[in-house]
């Protein structure tokens, strides 16, 4: 049992509490959701579970923590390794060697376990987590999505009795993220394993959990026992629940199939007509387009990491003002695809060029003008000692006007302090700081490698809005990212990544409504018919006048 009784802690040199908690138990077996706007405070709370607040954090605390009859704030951390595991939004911050099995291992090793029963637990997990073809690999060549699995894969080693898990999906494809969602439900049943999860893709974890926990915007944290209830109350909601509640007659759904049977018990979807179905040819003709100027180019592109090649055969095109996604699993090649068009890495074959330069040799005020590139871990682009700091930077070093960075931050993160340390904010906060700074110069070319990952919906929105400015303006966009809710929301072309190469590319209702597995949310409700959002989805129903 976890508990806390009138609980808080504030940073460092702040007067404000990150997290105030009255009281609040979560019992033994439990499988607990911690929702809440982005840097509400969601990770503090874990981190408190464990001593990391505020044993590695500093800050005050005052009231007390019992986790299975242990006060983490009075034992360090490294003392119930074995009850806690805890796995990172960055999971890659949590590595200590250099090898997939040897990290798995490392843990097992400290805690003294034997060859035998080490091998069993290491060989345990890798099934788990289904990484056993990953067990040699280093882990500088895994994905961001390979990573993260890996991460939860050293953790269960241990088969900790609480398991701590911020945004555990954040960075995997549909099928890992379901695969790794039954996991813990399994833990949770088999085991009686406690799990408290911050997510905010809350469309993949809503049908498993038992009750949520919400972080409100000033950090104070308030159960819920109803799911539905507690997910009722959010500002932003996930889109099935989004529809249910305008569609539903008093039913809120939390799965796709629930939502399916509210429309089921009403019409017969087989009777709904496909209002696009006469649109598809004019679409696919205006994607072929090519009078529109075309921004990047790859001809028959072959790139190879750390000497083992990642992707063949890759031709495609981005035109000025469009919008592009790129699609796959986790260690598809999506991120260094990426990485070859901002000209990080030199391509292995074929012809690479953006504005009819090559990104790779391009100097670095050229650089700017034609390129803006935002891997998954923004701390990279991030140097300043406040958030200011790092807006002003940004506008001396594109020759912007003075606070133009500024602006566009609290559009995308309203109400954070520019005297923030870049350090102090929040995974998501951080992201769309790193945005802000590649976006104010307004480059050719826009590369996004992930870029919704620990943001709620509604800073989800924001960033849409932001990023249709801009492809309204004339740049062009690329974004690799496993959120296929924004993909519907926003980009024009789907370009579908597997087996090394490219596999499918196409307009975004084509290709989103022909696979199951990167299908949006209300595609499945409303299948066959080709919605893309719940927009779409009431205006197809009959309960809008207008679709999108």
């Known amino acids: 049992m976890i508990r806390f009784s009138q609980f808080s802690f504030?940073?460092?040199?702040?007067?404000?509490?990150?997290?105030?908690?009255?009281?609040?138990?979560?019992?033994?077996?439990?499988?607990?959701?911690?929702v809440g706007d982005t840097g509400s405070g969601k990770s503090t709370f874990l981190r408190a579970i464990n001593g990391l607040v505020p044993h590695?954090?500093?800050?005050?605390?005052?009231g007390s923590v019992d986790v299975f009859g242990i006060n983490p704030i009075e034992r360090r951390p490294s003392d119930f390794s074995e009850l806690i595991g805890y796995v990172d939004q960055n999971?890659?911050?949590?590595f200590v060697t250099d090898r997939v099995e040897d990290e798995i291992a490392f843990v097992l090793e400290n805690l003294g376990y034997d060859q035998g029963a080490m091998r069993r637990r290491v060989e345990d997990s890798l099934d788990l987590l289904s990484i056993t073809d990953l067990r040699r690999r280093s882990l500088r060549t895994l994905s961001g999505g390979q990573a993260q699995r890996v991460a939860i894969a050293s953790v269960m080693a241990v088969a900790p009795k609480v398991l701590l898990l911020d945004e555990p999906t954040s960075a995997l494809d549909p099928g890992a993220a379901d695969e790794v969602m039954?996991?813990?439900?399994?833990?949770?049943?088999?085991?009686?394993?406690?799990?408290?999860?911050?997510?905010?893709?809350?469309?993949?974890v809503l049908p498993y959990i038992d009750r949520v926990i919400q972080v409100t915007d000033s950090g104070v944290v308030a159960e819920t026992k109803d799911p539905r209830e507690g997910v009722t109350r959010l500002k932003a909601l996930p889109p099935v629940v989004a529809f249910s509640k305008e569609y539903g007659q008093g039913k809120v759904a939390l799965s796709v199939r629930e939502a399916r049977r509210i429309v089921t018990d009403r019409i017969d979807i087989s009777q709904l007509?496909?209002?696009?179905?006469?649109?598809?040819?004019?679409?696919?003709?205006?994607?072929?387009?090519?009078?529109?100027?075309?921004?990047?180019i790859l001809d028959d592109v072959s790139i190879a990491r750390l000497g083992r090649v990642v992707l063949e055969s890759v031709s495609f095109s981005i035109s000025q003002g469009r919008s592009v996604v790129l699609m796959g699993r986790n260690g598809s090649g999506k991120s260094s695809l990426l990485r070859a068009l901002a000209g990080l890495d030199p391509i292995a074959a074929g012809r690479l060029r953006i504005n009819n330069l090559d990104p790779y040799t391009i100097d670095a005020p050229k650089r700017i003008a034609n390129i803006g590139f935002v891997p998954q871990d923004p701390g990279v682009l991030l140097f300043g000692e406040s958030v200011e700091d790092e807006c002003k930077r940004s506008d001396s070093v594109a020759r912007l006007e003075r606070g133009t960075t500024a602006a566009i931050f609290t559009r995308l993160a309203p109400g954070v302090s520019l005297e923030c340390h870049p350090r102090d904010l929040s995974e998501g906060e951080r992201l769309l700081l790193a945005i802000a700074i590649v976006v104010s110069p307004r480059p050719s070319l826009l590369l996004l490698d992930e870029p919704t990952r620990g943001l709620d919906y509604g800073a989800k929105e924001r960033l849409i809005v932001r990023l249709k400015e801009l492809q309204d303006q004339g740049v062009a966009i690329l974004m690799?990212?496993?959120?296929?809710?924004?993909?519907?929301k926003f980009v024009d072309r789907v370009v579908m990544?597997?087996?090394?190469?490219?596999?499918a590319s196409g307009p975004t209702r084509e290709l989103l409504t022909h696979?199951?597995?990167?299908?949006?949310?209300?595609?499945?409700?409303?299948?066959?018919?080709?919605?893309?959002?719940?927009?779409?989805?009431?205006?197809?129903l009959g309960v809008n006048d207008d679709k999108d």
């Open 10 to 34: 504030r940073y460092p040199n702040t007067t404000s509490p990150a997290i105030s908690v009255p009281d609040l138990t979560i019992d033994s077996g439990e499988f607990v959701l911690l």
């Open 515 to 540: 696979s199951p597995l990167f299908a949006p949310s209300m595609f499945k409700v409303l299948a066959p018919i080709p919605v893309l959002n719940v927009e779409e989805a009431l205006f197809v």
């Open 273 to 296: 007509q496909d209002p696009w179905e006469d649109e598809r040819d004019q679409i696919v003709a205006g994607e072929l387009d090519h009078s529109i100027e075309q921004v990047a």
């Open 91 to 94: 999971p890659s911050s949590q």
């Open 56 to 62: 590695f954090s500093g800050g005050v605390t005052s």
């Open 480 to 488: 690799a990212t496993h959120d296929v809710e924004v993909a519907a």
């Open 182 to 204: 039954a996991v813990l439900q399994r833990l949770v049943d088999d085991l009686g394993t406690t799990i408290v999860m911050a997510e905010h893709r809350l469309e993949r």
């Open 497 to 503: 990544i597997g087996g090394g190469s490219t596999i």
